[in-house]
């Protein structure tokens, strides 16, 4: 569990590299020399945002860690006792050790070390019932948590989000999840989506004298970039769930800050609101799907137009929706 925390915290870090760079290749985009670079750095940054999908944690197979058997306990170690016996018992001083009144003095060192032996036997074991009562407590604790989890047990599934740092590489992009557990081994996730902060609104291109041209990303353009962007991210959502629990469905959501007309603000909306069972999510291939229209294959709330991009819709209701809702 620790080593996919850590996966997923190198996994930010690499993204959050990515924006750097392409934010530091706008500003290096007027050299000729560097022009090249540049523009490789806003490819390579517009290929992340719409590649979140794409990465994610090791799926966890709880079934079979509560199907695991027991760690075995150690046999008590006594290798160096039974040498330093069989080098006492079969010791027999010569005939000059005889005279020279050594005989006696070597079989004491050897009785000693005898009793040395059985002390580093008796360490060695106490060592290994230590790593082994370790090992058996981790072992009750798991299958026990796998048991749970495998139960529908809600705040077995939560305990198991909080023990990750799932969402660090969506959160590097300006993102931040809500998740909250459901009966009948369902969960529902909230995404903060800060399209504004995250889209380039700039294109970086190579003239063919060599330089960088820097020119506004036609509306059109933006538009489906952020869709992309926003699909990707709710796939990767569902995708860390999937991998670390056994819930059979989840709800996501994601949300962004929209012009309401009304009221001149920025108000928080939906844009994206899908239901997506386990079943059908695991005959994607997720290296291969265009993002946005990849949610054909999900019940979905979605309202795009390549004219004025993402719009506000209604979020699916997570205790609703579905075969059991």
């Given at each position: 569990?620790?080593?996919?925390?850590?996966?997923?915290?190198?996994?930010?870090q690499?993204r959050?590299?990515?924006r750097q760079?392409?934010l530091a290749?706008?500003?290096?985009?007027t050299e000729?020399q560097?022009?090249?670079e540049?523009?490789q750095e806003?490819?390579?940054?517009v290929a992340s945002?719409?590649?979140i999908?794409k990465?994610?944690?090791?799926?966890?197979?709880w079934?079979t860690?509560a199907?695991?058997?027991a760690p075995?306990p150690p046999v008590?170690?006594t290798?160096?006792e039974?040498?330093?016996?069989l080098a006492?018992d079969?010791y027999?001083?010569?005939?000059l050790a005889?005279w020279?009144?050594?005989?006696?003095t070597?079989?004491e060192?050897?009785a000693?070390?005898?009793?040395?032996?059985?002390?580093?036997d008796a360490a060695?074991s106490a060592?290994a019932?230590r790593r082994?009562?370790?090992?058996?407590a981790d072992?009750?604790?798991?299958?026990?948590l796998?048991?749970?989890?495998?139960?529908?047990?809600?705040?077995?599934?939560?305990e198991?989000?909080?023990?990750f740092?799932l969402?660090?590489?969506i959160?590097a992009?300006?993102?931040s999840?809500?998740?909250?557990a459901?009966?009948?081994l369902?969960?529902?996730?909230e995404?903060?989506?800060h399209?504004?902060?995250?889209?380039?609104?700039?294109?970086?291109?190579?003239?063919?004298?060599?330089?960088?041209?820097t020119k506004?990303?036609p509306?059109?353009?933006y538009?489906?970039?952020h869709q992309?962007?926003?699909?990707?991210a709710?796939?990767?959502?569902?995708?860390?769930?999937?991998?670390?629990?056994p819930v059979?469905?989840?709800?996501?959501?994601?949300?962004d800050m929209?012009?309401?007309?009304?009221?001149?603000?920025?108000?928080?909306?939906?844009l994206?609101?899908?239901?997506i069972?386990r079943?059908?999510?695991?005959r994607?291939?997720l290296n291969?799907?265009d993002?946005?229209?990849?949610f054909?294959?999900?019940?979905?709330n979605?309202?795009?137009?390549?004219?004025?991009?993402?719009?506000p819709v209604d979020?699916?209701?997570?205790e609703r929706v579905g075969?059991?809702?």
């Open positions: 569990m620790a080593a996919a925390a850590r996966a997923a915290e190198r996994d930010a690499r959050a590299k990515a760079r392409y290749a706008v500003g290096r985009a000729l560097q022009a090249a540049a523009v806003y490819e390579e940054y945002l719409l590649s999908h990465g994610g944690s090791d799926p966890i197979n079934r860690r199907g695991q058997s075995t008590r170690t290798h160096r039974v040498s330093a016996r006492l079969s027999n001083p010569t005939s005889r020279l009144g050594l005989g006696e070597r079989k060192r050897l000693s070390e005898l009793d040395e032996a059985r002390k580093n060695d060592a019932e082994y009562q370790e090992a058996l072992y009750h604790e798991q299958r026990e796998a048991e749970r989890l495998l139960a529908g047990d809600v705040e077995a599934l939560m198991v989000i909080r023990e740092n969402f660090s590489a959160s992009l300006g993102s999840v809500q998740i909250r459901l009966p009948n369902r969960m529902a996730a995404l903060q989506i399209g504004e902060d995250c889209i380039p609104r700039q294109a970086l291109t190579l003239l063919k004298s060599g330089r960088a041209s506004k990303l509306k059109g353009d538009y489906r970039l992309d962007y926003v699909c990707s709710v796939l990767r959502v569902a995708r860390e769930l999937f991998a670390l629990t059979e469905a989840v709800t996501v959501t994601a949300t929209v012009l309401n007309s009304t009221t001149g603000h920025l108000e928080p909306q939906a994206l609101s899908a239901f069972p079943a059908t999510f695991e994607l291939d291969r799907v993002p946005s229209d990849c054909r294959n999900f019940l979905h979605m309202n795009f137009r390549p004219s004025t991009g993402l719009g979020p699916l209701d997570p075969p059991n809702g």
